[in-house]
């Protein structure tokens, strides 16, 4: 590729891989789910949301895997356990992308 076609090309690119989440052993313990009664005994820590800027272009399927690896990773950095959402159910078509993060557990 020419050097003056090569910079353009990386600015494209620099938005879509920073819309790509990383599971750390952190986030992958964090529990998604739409069922109320699971976090009722639970400690509530915040709102968070899953949306990237390039949710609306992915198809769904792959859209709701990245929202749920960033639900997971956000409720980690809170220090939360699980996340209550609606994109835990199998169904989920969106568009919401927004879930509340608890500590459950000791």
Request: aromatic fraction near 2%.
């Amino acid at each position: 590729m020419p050097r003056h076609l090569l910079l353009p090309a990386l600015m494209m690119l620099a938005p879509m891989l920073s819309a790509c989440a990383i599971a750390t052993s952190r986030s992958n313990i964090v529990v998604l789910t739409d069922n109320k009664a699971v976090i009722e005994p639970c400690t509530k820590l915040g709102e968070i949301d899953g949306a990237a800027e390039l949710h609306s272009i992915l198809v769904l399927d792959k859209a709701r895997d990245a929202t749920i690896a960033r639900l997971k990773i956000r409720a980690a950095d809170l220090g939360g356990t699980h996340v209550l959402t609606s994109v835990a159910d199998i169904k989920w078509k969106g568009p919401s992308t927004a879930g509340t993060v608890y500590k459950c557990g000791a």
